[in-house]
């Protein structure tokens, strides 16, 4: 599966571990994920690690449950099942020696289901005047996450409750097609349309959203 390439969003702290009696002096590292302690199944995490007294070329890296790439203090971790992940941190000292400086543990969880939304509306009921709709006649996928995941709109329904007469418009893509704006004109204040099987598409493949349910004001 393809990697995810953007800057995350999120400043990370990283913490410090003394290490393990292996090592004969006081050394620290610092193993940092940069999804603040969490990896995501699916996608390949972007993990720093910098240790106190070693060159970034001196490291070297191992992972259970999750395979890793990469060097010099910049890695690729992609986690291979759910539960926990051990990083175990070791350096090549000025003696030629390799030692081990210590061990991070990291919690994997799966990509958590993104949330439809119309505008900026996130809820699953909306009440909007009937103006902010057809200005923000799409539908969007919003992802609290600490990084940015693309998620693309394939398909969804739209049933409207006018008066006695309800009508339902298929759409493809994100944006109300023009017979669903044309029906949203004729409606008046207090009716409601629901917007129901949002499929999208995501890193992870196909999924469905919960409906959103929309009053005119």
Known sequence: MKALTKEMIVILFAILIHFQSYSQTDKKFVASADNLKILYLGIDNPVSIAAEGFSSDKLKV?????SISGSNGKYMVKPAGSGIAVLNLM?????GETIKLGSDTFLIKRIPSPVACIGNYKDANVSISKD??????KVDIFTDLPFELKAEVVSYVCVFKHGDEISKFSVSGSKFSQ??????NKMNSGEVI??????YKTIDGIRYAPQIIV???
């Open 62 to 66: 191992t992972i259970s449950n999750a």
């Open 132 to 137: 902010e709709l057809l200005k923000n006649a």
């Open 194 to 199: 629901f917007v129901e099987d949002i499929k």
């Open 179 to 184: 017979e669903a704006k044309n029906m949203i």
């Open 91 to 95: 350096a090549v000292n000025k003696q």
């Open 215 to 217: 009053r005119l004001l």
